[in-house]
């Protein structure tokens, strides 16, 4: 039979589960939520995984790859990533093979960042999940929305460009340097601009540019 404390204990768990269980229900729905609200989610966060990275000789390969594998929700096979970068948690990044990331490159991921195989990114490009509601009073606690960003296969992305929250890059596209990308880009295209959009599709002609 439980005792008084332990029926106690049970009952203040149930009520704690319960509320972040409404959280995230809430922030898969992509509505606003608070840092209050989220801040269960806390344990998650490789801060102090990501700040060894960044601080760990280039020789040093099996403890790079080490620490990428804890610091990441998964991450295929000869990955490269350059130091520094940063993550907001970092255990929401799920990342395929043969991925490049040049410096500075920055994941806003209190949601999901898939990227699929191949993918190529140039130095000080920022993957965001969350964004901010316009108006102040619903920014009180940090009040924000996370929507989850997907990049396909042989995806590049040009420096300095910024993918926002819900954004989905398809196969083989190429996003142009400094772009801001708040849409859709659908597959084999060249997208450039703030805000990103598709310039051309990319075709069998682009086998044959810089070859001689």
Not at 184 to 198: F, K, S
């Amino acid at each position: 039979m439980l005792g008084a404390d332990e029926i106690s204990e049970r009952s203040v768990f149930a009520v704690s589960h319960g509320r972040e269980e409404a959280v995230l229900a809430r922030i898969n729905k992509g509505l606003v939520y608070t840092e209050s609200e989220a801040a269960f989610q806390a344990p998650r966060r490789r801060t102090e995984q990501i700040f060894e990275y960044n601080h760990t000789p280039p020789g040093e390969t099996e403890k790079r790859r080490a620490l990428l594998t804890a610091i990441f929700g998964s991450v295929g096979e000869r990955t490269v990533l350059l130091p520094p970068f940063n993550a907001g948690f970092g255990s929401n990044v799920y990342i395929g093979d043969d991925f490049f990331g040049n410096v500075n490159l920055t994941f806003v991921d209190d949601v999901d960042i898939r990227i699929g195989d191949g993918v190529m990114i140039a130095p000080s490009v920022t993957l965001t999940t969350t964004g901010h509601p316009v108006h102040p009073a619903r920014r009180v606690d940090f009040g924000r929305f996370s929507e989850p960003i997907v990049i396909e296969d042989k995806v590049w992305i040009g420096s300095n460009a910024v993918v926002l929250p819900g954004v989905r890059i398809g196969y083989g596209s190429v996003i142009g340097a400094g772009s801001v990308v708040s849409r859709d880009i659908p597959p084999m295209t060249v997208a450039v601009g703030t805000p990103c959009r598709v310039l051309r599709a990319i075709t069998d002609e682009d086998l044959a540019t810089r070859t001689g």
